[in-house]
């Protein structure tokens, strides 16, 4: 860069200043002196140099602004995050301590059930009794209600627990006479089964004791409390051997194991009664065991045909909206034509600028960016109107569903109700006895 204005330096005699400067007023030349000065800038140059300072200062006045302000809004962003995190954590803790004393209680009571269910077995005794009158009655009903059931439809024809009975309930009734041999080993094998499931609800008790005084402790910790320290690493180091589905399932396992354990108490405590009494306690037993199975089912239909119309309501409800949805995504798109036709219109006119005027400026960027967000904006609009249409088929393929399986659930309701009806009726102990 060089200066506009170049200035020459004029040499001039020592005895020519009194002769030019009779008045005594400043040389207009340069003495002598200043010879070796050869150049200066011009006010236009002074005037641009202040501006571009001026420009600068600016834009790092602004840049500063702009940091501090973000600084600070990081800074609040960072402990509300702070913040939330140990909520959450703490919510977590108390959730999880819930969870644990929910297990807890599940576990004493399954225990208590179980030491009651084990005393009770091993104070069982065995008795057999015969008796082959009158069980044509009952084995035509259960044959009758095995026959109507078979008239369910699709995927209510399940092997449940009521056919199961059913089908039970026909065995003893055609072998009733049959002798149960070796009742005391079966009883043996089965307090042996209750006691391993009883160490197992005892060892699960404990370790949920402690986990729970383990968690219970780190829920109550604060941020001034004394006992806090800095544990380098500690969250690389994964000790777990569980997750909490696992987890929950191990106490569930063990619940089922021994709610089976005395499952299989019941039944042999039923069947040694039997033994020891008659066959037709075993015969009510069975009946009473079906009826509720029976009850069970009837209620778990009417449950589940009920939720199968609460949920035709919803997506009824929702099949609505993703109508309205679909609605206001194609008015979204008719309304982002026009801004489009005016921003290509903007550029189709700007192209018919003359010569040097063709210049890609500023408002040449916003408008050809401004046309691909509109345009990047239509597609991601249509795509959704098209995921909404198929959506909308989707909720009407689901209500069809939820209509067929409702007509189902009413079938299966009406048959179960009709099988109950014929089982009002069962031959009384004396006649079943023999007499």
């Not at 005794?125 to 009655?137: N, S, V």
Request: proline residues 3%; charged residues 30%; hydrophobic residues 35%.
């Amino acid at each position: 860069w060089r200066p506009n204005l170049l200035h020459k330096v004029v040499s001039v005699p020592p005895s020519s200043d009194k002769q030019f400067n009779p008045t005594g007023r400043p040389p207009t030349i340069l003495p002598a002196s200043r010879s070796t000065l050869h150049a200066r800038y011009s006010t236009r140059d002074w005037h641009h140099a202040n501006m571009v300072q001026l420009k600068g200062s600016e834009a790092s006045r602004y840049s500063a602004g702009r940091l501090n302000a973000d600084s600070m809004r990081l800074i609040q962003d960072k402990d509300q995050l702070t913040y939330q995190m140990q909520e959450d954590s703490r919510r977590n803790l108390g959730e999880r301590i819930s969870n644990i004393d929910f297990w807890r209680s599940e576990l004493v009571y399954e225990l208590e059930c179980l030491l009651k269910e084990t005393q009770a077995l091993e104070t069982a005794k065995k008795r057999l009794e015969c008796a082959a009158d009158e069980m044509q009655g009952p084995l035509k009903v259960a044959l009758e209600c095995l026959y109507h059931r078979e008239k369910r439809k699709g995927i209510d024809l399940v092997h449940d627990d009521v056919e199961k009975n059913l089908i039970k309930e026909v065995d003893v009734f055609k072998d009733c006479q049959e002798i149960l041999t070796k009742l005391a080993q079966k009883i043996s094998k089965q307090l042996g089964i209750n006691r391993d499931a009883q160490h197992a609800l005892e060892q699960d008790l404990s370790d949920k004791n402690s986990a729970h005084f383990i968690d219970e402790k780190c829920f109550n910790l604060r941020n001034t409390s004394d006992s806090i320290n800095f544990y380098h690493g500690v969250e690389k180091a994964d000790g777990t051997v569980s997750v909490p589905a696992t987890w929950a399932k191990f106490s569930e396992d063990n619940i089922r194991c021994s709610q089976h354990a005395r499952a299989n108490s019941v039944k042999l405590r039923e069947e040694a009664e039997v033994g020891l009494e008659s066959t037709s306690e075993e015969m009510w037993n069975h009946f009473i065991s079906t009826n509720l199975a029976f009850n069970n089912r009837i209620a778990e239909v009417a449950d589940a045909k009920n939720k199968l119309q609460a949920q035709l309501a919803k997506i009824l409800q929702e099949i609505f909206q993703t109508e309205d949805t679909i609605m206001l995504l194609e008015r979204s798109i008719k309304a982002k034509e026009y801004p489009l036709k005016v921003a290509q219109t903007r550029l189709e006119g700007r192209t018919k600028r003359p010569n040097i005027e063709l210049c890609r400026d500023t408002p040449q960027f916003q408008l050809v960016t401004e046309v691909y967000t509109i345009d990047d904006t239509l597609h991601t609009l249509k795509r959704r109107l098209q995921e909404a249409r198929d959506t909308l088929q989707m909720l009407i393929l689901n209500k069809s569903n939820l209509e067929q399986e409702i007509s189902v659930k009413a079938n299966s309701f009406f048959i179960d109700k009709k099988c109950m009806d014929m089982r009002k009726v069962f031959p009384s102990t004396p006649r079943l006895i023999g007499y």
